[in-house]
């Protein structure tokens, strides 16, 4: 027996749709036993990597080892078998389904040919979920679960198949600080039972973290494999973008004259048959020239805070007004006629329409623009495609269906078409979910530039450092209530831990509200 | 300068690879039909000549193919249009028999209206259809109700009760026939190749799979409605008023049935006679599926379905065939040309 659990060896793969090369000769090797980081850019070829290892890729040329045996992988049942799982970014989950149902799809338990033993894959599942301290009920419904709790299912899912090899894609990208702290206990405690653990991720820190070593890809190629102990995040970062990079976030202090654009005043949200309501008593003003931060534990508010931004959700009580106007009972419709400008956290599923083409995605709510007597303009269309995808340095052209870019691609598309269209206030949910450095950094200069021309910017975010670097002021949620406000000097000494503490409610609300 | 090359280049190239899988199914089916003759009839060179060469040899016989082909293109526009912003219509049927029933009842009344007698009569027969659609819509939007099942079940209703009507209280007394009084003969389409019974009504279906395609791809009413199509959720997101695009693509899909009814009311039968149109609303759906619900893609499937239909007729009146062996080479035709996985050969494999 070897010490590698994983070798791949001069792997090819070329997609046929773009002519692009996502991995051109990358070797990989993971030891048996330890975690992995593997790191880039987006559109660098981690998950292309990954999806071949799974066998949803065929590349074409390389080799790959399992256990120093050489094998053939087509597809993510062979992957399976040979001890291979792979949780990915976006969930592969029926919603409908419970826990135990979902765990067990393609490997159910059986009384005799025909039938699913139900009480033998709750009992398993159970046993699963116990084993490594999962806090996740088999018998509810996943469509009413929390992102971290999905996220939960699904490596629960590797694990009652048995796998000793895991990789996630990006395991953190939805997860708050305490979810991701929890997501890593789990880990290492999978790394001491022998397991080998591959993570795809962006974030330095995570990877000083949690990872034994870290392979670095950029452009398709492998850059190196490095013993985290040996390499700071200023090198791996370095080593990532290929050019020296500065992660802080610059930002002039405002002092732009603040108007009041968002009002909400005593909103709450109660659904049926549900005694604690989602929303209690919120109440916040919005102001032009800042940057909003809203921050909160999965399940805590902010989910339908951003339902009820989008026009989504109705509110049960409360007004909303925007520039004095009531809005309370606005639909999306109306909202957007308002100005609403609004990047969802689902991107997939609310924010583009993924087999319509790029330049169709980008005009879904500035279609009067380019209409004209009810006809489409077709140039003008084609045009601002053109130039957003050239600001944007979005990978792809205007007439290729959305969803064959990148994720990090698709959500360049969507923040270019509201920041496109935005008037006077704009919302982002999760708006770096899943991108790179990078693009991240783009993402946060729009953001403090959209902020510094006068707009009014509501950040609703799990990443705590995002919320922390961005925000002027941060109003924090805990069981659908705002439990604290933070400005000036008090947003600059709060460490994550207090932060933490809020958003577990555990401090009372001590900034009063004017 | 470059890029636009580039893309010209890649649209020419494009072309031949997805005509590569229809090329595919029409082969497959082809030797089907050959090899189906040979098993099944006696002469089996005669029974293909008629099958193949039949509904070409004569401009009588090439007429009443196109002319088949007319109420075709008619209900496969409308299943495409409700497609495309994904809702069901299979009540078909009901409506081109509804809108057909309208049609020649209003132009009976209308007589001496000339030409507005005409458009009012074609129009009403359009609007019935388009109201029958649109309520199964509007239930869907008020109570979600399932339009699949709803534009079906009043089809059904409908088509009774427009039976009883013909057969009743609006019978022409004077024919032994079940079917209602002509319509005047200033308001009939010309034939266009006699003796066939094929009329200027072609020239509509060809016009309105323009005006289709035009309204899907050119209009905002048109974009709005395929992207609540593609993704309802986005579409609300991005403002789209979602309930008006559950009603609206119905009743345009419900109006195109009933136009195609009152087209062959018009060109083809001049009274509606009972019963006149069964199987011409579930054809339409087989044509629009052939035609993957692109609308300029409904002509060739149209003219090919009308074609293997007649094809059939023919041999199984020129030759040892009989209605069941016809109908079931017609049936394994379709069956293959509708496969979804003969269709993607050729074209760019899908992700995952």
């Known amino acids: 027996m070897s010490d590698t659990a994983v070798t791949m060896h001069d792997i090819v793969k070329t997609y046929r749709e773009t002519g692009r090369c996502a991995n051109d000769h990358v070797d990989l090797t993971v030891g048996r036993g330890e975690i992995l980081c593997l790191t880039g850019e987006n559109g660098a070829g981690k998950t292309t990597l990954m999806k071949v290892l799974y066998g949803m890729e065929k590349p074409e040329s390389g080799t790959i080892a399992v256990m120093g045996k050489r094998v053939k992988i087509d597809s993510p049942l062979d992957a399976n078998r040979l001890g291979i799982g792979m949780v990915h970014q976006h969930f592969m989950l029926v919603d409908e389904y419970t826990v135990a149902q979902n765990v067990i799809l393609g490997r159910e338990p059986m009384h005799n040919r025909f039938t699913i033993d139900a009480d033998a894959a709750k009992r398993l599942v159970d046993e699963v979920i116990h084993a490594h301290g999962f806090s996740i009920d088999p018998s509810a419904r996943v469509g009413s679960l929390t992102v971290g709790q999905k996220q939960q299912v699904e490596i629960v899912k590797m694990l009652y198949r048995d796998v000793d090899i895991l990789i996630l894609d990006e395991p953190t990208a939805v997860l708050t600080e305490q979810e991701t702290a929890s997501l890593f206990e789990t880990l290492r405690t999978l790394r001491d039972t022998g397991k080998s653990l591959i993570l795809i991720t962006h974030k330095l820190h995570e990877i000083k973290a949690i990872s034994d070593r870290v392979a670095i890809m950029r452009q398709g190629r492998m850059v190196g494999q490095f013993e985290t102990a040996s390499v700071d995040e200023r090198e791996l970062a370095g080593l990532m973008m290929g050019k020296s990079f500065s992660p802080a976030i610059e930002k002039t202090p405002y002092g732009r004259k603040q108007e009041t654009v968002l009002r909400f005043a005593q909103v709450s949200v109660v659904r049926r048959n549900q005694g604690r309501p989602m929303l209690k008593d919120v109440s916040f003003v919005a102001r032009t020239g800042e940057i909003l931060g809203f921050a909160g534990v999965g399940g805590n508010g902010l989910g339908e805070l951003e339902s009820v931004l989008a026009g989504t959700l109705p509110i049960s009580g409360g007004t909303i007004t925007h520039r004095g106007k009531d809005i309370s009972k606005s639909d999306a419709h109306r909202l957007r006629e308002c100005g609403l400008a609004y990047v969802p956290s689902d991107r997939l599923k609310v924010g583009s329409a993924l087999e319509a083409s790029v330049s169709e995605n980008l005009i879904i709510a500035a279609r009067k623009r380019f209409s004209r007597h009810g006809m489409m303009r077709g140039k003008h269309i084609m045009q601002h495609a053109r130039t957003l995808i050239d600001t944007y340095s979005v990978q792809g052209t205007a007439d290729m269906p959305i969803g064959t870019l990148s994720g990090g691609n698709i959500q360049k598309v969507i923040l270019a078409r509201e920041i496109a269209q935005y008037r006077d206030y ?68 709060v460490t994550k831990e207090e932060m933490g503490a809020y958003m577990l409610g555990m401090h009372v609300r001590e900034a009063a509200h004017e | 300068m470059n890029d636009r090359m580039d893309r010209r280049w890649k649209r020419f190239l494009g072309v031949p690879r997805s005509a590569l899988g229809s090329l595919v199914i029409l082969f497959i089916a082809l030797a089907a039909v050959f090899l189906l003759s040979f098993l099944l009839s006696k002469t089996p060179a005669r029974t293909l000549r008629y099958f193949f060469i039949g509904p070409l040899q004569n401009t009588y016989y090439l007429g009443n193919m196109l002319n088949t082909s007319i109420p075709l293109i008619f209900g496969a526009l409308g299943v495409s249009l409700a497609m495309r912003a994904g809702s069901f219509n299979l009540g078909g049927e009901g409506q081109l028999y509804g809108g057909a029933f309208i049609a020649t009842v209003s132009a009976v009344a209308m007589a ?68 209602t009084r002509k319509i005047p003969e200033s308001f009939r389409f010309s034939r266009i190749l006699e003796p066939s019974n094929l009329s200027s009504a072609l020239v509509m279906a060809l016009v309105m799979t323009v005006v289709v395609h035009l309204y899907l791809y050119r209009t905002k009413s048109g974009y709005e409605l395929r992207m609540y199509g593609l993704n309802p959720r986005f579409a609300r997101y991005g403002g789209i008023n979602s309930g008006s695009y559950l009603v609206l693509p119905m009743f345009l899909s419900g109006a195109l049935y009933g136009l195609g009814g009152a087209m062959a009311i018009f060109g083809t039968y001049y009274a509606c006679m009972k019963d006149f149109s069964v199987g011409m609303g579930w054809n ?69």
């Open chain 2, 284 to 352: 339409a759906l087989a044509v629009a599926l052939i035609a993957r619900f692109r609308p300029v893609a409904i002509i060739p499937a149209a003219l090919f379905f009308a074609y293997i239909e007649s094809g059939a007729r023919n041999a199984m009146l020129h030759s040892d065939v009989t209605f069941e062996i016809a109908s079931i080479v017609q049936s394994v035709v379709f069956f293959l040309v509708t496969s979804s996985v003969l269709q993607r050969i050729g074209t760019k494999r899908g992700r995952g």
């Open chain 1, 426 to 493: 704009i919302v982002f949910s999760e708006p770096t979910w899943g991108l790179d450095i990078a693009s991240s950094k783009f993402v946060h200069t729009q953001m403090i530039a959209l902020r510094d021309a006068g707009a009014s910017v509501l950040l609703l975010s799990s990443n705590l450092d995002e919320i922390l670097s961005l925000s002027d002021r941060v109003l924090i949620f805990s069981r659908g209530s705002i439990v604290a406000e933070l400005e000036g000097e008090r947003l600059h000494t």
């Open chain 2, 112 to 179: 001496g209206w000339g030409i507005a007698g005409v458009i009012c009569a074609i129009v009403l027969g359009a609007v019935t259809g388009g109201v029958m659609a649109a309520f199964s819509g509007y239930l869907r939007m008020k109570w979600q109700t399932n339009e699949l099942i709803t534009t079906f079940l009043l089809s059904n209703a409908v088509s009774l009760v427009v039976g009883y009507l013909i057969a009743g209280p609006f019978m022409d007394p004077t024919t032994n026939l079940i079917a």
